[in-house]
């Protein structure tokens, strides 16, 4: 079995310069819902895209096969430009669109349409305002026909039962019938519904679950079905062991994964596939992406992106660790600190007020307040090394590429360009100079002008 997932369309109603199918839920295209679960079923699939190819490929992996098409002539018009893809498997067919679709319910879909052995069988909904949908006329809980919106009579528009474009196909059968289309319509356009026609057997299997065939069309419906997909994923974790402190707040995407006993507080935004541990306590106002998080961590008012944390770790409040940072066992990462490519070892601190960037630092390591790894020349980047055990003094600037050796001291206020030897003390600032007196004589001086 194949799968083909239709994304070509302008999205006019978005009222954006970029397509409407790379628009995010949960910081997630929708292009990439629909593909993330295509993947549970299928190690086959295609996407149509036309409207911004360049860029919604862009968002796609090496092994999604892409077709264009270049004219918006209808969803039949679209399969038509994948009529390679159709070979002798099945094909069901989904839209980048309708992004919650669930990988239970298409299973189901599957199951049907093999041991019915029907030539189609198609998903449908009820809906209390269907405007907009193809109507369901059946009999026996076969279809006889599909009639869109803008061909429907009075009478036919009381029917709730619709169809929500998804549908798994017999490919040699589908591909016959897209052949004998024609555009004889209100809109002008290969309908792909109109292939129903050539079926001897279409079966219907109909969803309760009308959140899960939601099309997006405009940022208002973007926004009321992230509403609902948040409420059912916070659910989900709240029955297996997360509190979540307010629901009405956090915004958790996914493919997130977060052990027993953590407390995610008020604020707080987990993206990506991350993975949190358990006993945690995440926010409030916290954003964390792409990272994996250990046991027992606490991270608080701070920003994590594509980082590693360890097993007893506290970060914040105010902290930001970027990209390639690695923080081992009970580090502590404090106010006003920010990292970036930077590996703590364990047990060492950067309380306050701190800039690591490029940076190793060894095992139970003092970083002093304000201290600052100059790792960028204006050219490069450069690395600085401070080895276990060592103190580095409030305010220090260490101008890398520089070395710190094993249980170092460095005095506070220096800036150090050199390496500094193993069980030494570093001072690199200027002797200081007390001037007696000089401001009551500065002060008279002055007295005496006036």
Known sequence: MKVLILAAGQGKRMKSRVPKVVHRILDKPMINWVIDTAKKLSNEIAVVLGNGIDVVQNFLSNDIKIFEQKERLGTGHAVMCAKDFLTDSDVLILYGDVPYISESTLKSLLKMHAESKNDATILTVELENPTGYGRIIKKNNKLLKII????????????KEVYTGI????SQKLKNA??????NNAQGEYYLTEVFQYFENVGILKTENKIEVCGVNDRVQLAELEKSIRKDILRNFMLNGVTIVDP??????????IGID????????????TKIGENCEIGPLTRIKECIIGNNVKITRSECELTQVMDNVSVGPFSRLREGTF??????????VETKKTHVSKGSKAQHLTYLGDTYIGKDVNIGAGTITCNYDGKKKNKTYIDDD?????????????????????????????????????????????????????????????
């Open 148 to 159: 869109e919106e803008q061909d429907a009579s009075p009478e036919i528009k009381i029917i």
């Open 167 to 170: 549908g798994v196909f017999n």
């Open 178 to 183: 897209l052949e004998k289309l024609t555009p």
């Open 248 to 257: 009405d707040s956090t915004y958790i995407s996914p493919d997130v994964e």
């Open 262 to 273: 953590t407390v995610i507080y008020p604020q707080t935004f987990v993206y990506g596939k």
């Open 327 to 336: 923080l081992e066992e009970n580090v502590k990462i404090g106010n006003f």
């Open 390 to 450: 060592s103190f580095i003094g409030s305010n220090s600037s260490l101008v890398a590429p520089v070395k710190i050796g094993k249980s170092v001291v460095i005095g506070a206020g220096s800036v150090i360009t050199q390496d500094v030897p193993d069980f030494s003390l570093a001072l690199g600032r200027a002797k200081q100079i007390n001037k007696l007196n000089w401001v009551k004589e500065k002060r008279s001086d002055s007295k005496k002008g006036e």
